[in-house]
């Protein structure tokens, strides 16, 4: 009975910033590496970010400097705080267990646009 849940997706303006949440439950929240993912119409989901058990970071390329990625684990939440936001960001975000488990969310629409 994992459930996740995104919200926090929206329209927002380029240059704007938007703040992402996924809210676990039935896992051990702690132990897990969480990750987000997106995919755009048309595309492949693509990993955002990972933030690891014990903090460690990491991101694609395209949205270093601009997103972050952070957990609490005394709320079995993990966020990605988009800064700097891009037309080519517009996609939905998902949120994933682990790297092998096949838990998601049902993801959160994220657009982009003036």
Known sequence: ???LVE???GLVQPGGSLRLSCAASGII???YV?????????????????ITNDGR???I????GRFTISRDNAKNTVYLQM???????TAVYYCKVG?????????TLVTVSS
């Open 1 to 3: 009975q994992v459930q």
């Open 7 to 9: 919200s926090g997706g």
């Open 29 to 31: 929240f702690s132990i």
């Open 34 to 50: 969480m990750g987000w993912y997106r995919q755009a119409p048309g595309k492949e989901r693509e990993l955002v970010a990972e």
């Open 57 to 59: 970071t990491v991101y």
């Open 61 to 64: 390329d395209s949205v270093k």
């Open 83 to 89: 800064n700097s936001l891009k037309s080519e960001d």
């Open 99 to 107: 790297r092998t488990l096949d838990y998601w969310g049902k993801g």
